[in-house]
């Protein structure tokens, strides 16, 4: 069961995690599984599980360095949950694909 502060908080996640240079877009997992689901919609990319660690799965742009992209995606969400946050690169595109 959610609380009423954590769709507020999946959001503002993703809005962190966005900002960063080189993040292309949140990514929801090969079979869409990786998402916070809320009255209304679902945040895509983003997991909260009930040990307190937050999931960030990030597309990035080619060219971006991935361990120190990665590393600023995490600070980014751990400034957001207060918390342990673990990030997964699950794709790098060229910049034409890019959104």
Not at 54 to 78: I, K, M, N, Q
């Amino acid at each position: 069961m959610t609380s009423t502060s954590e769709p507020d908080q999946a959001d503002l996640i993703a809005a962190a995690v966005t900002a960063v240079p080189g993040v292309v877009g949140l990514h929801a997992g090969m079979f869409g599984e990786v998402a916070t689901y809320l009255p209304g919609h679902r945040v895509s990319g983003i997991r909260t599980g009930p040990d307190g660690v937050t999931e960030v799965h990030v597309t990035l742009r080619y060219g971006s360095p991935v361990r120190e992209t990665a590393a600023s995606v995490r600070d980014a969400a751990a400034a957001v949950t207060g918390g342990v946050v673990d990030v997964t690169v699950e794709d790098v595109v060229a910049e034409a694909s890019a959104p």
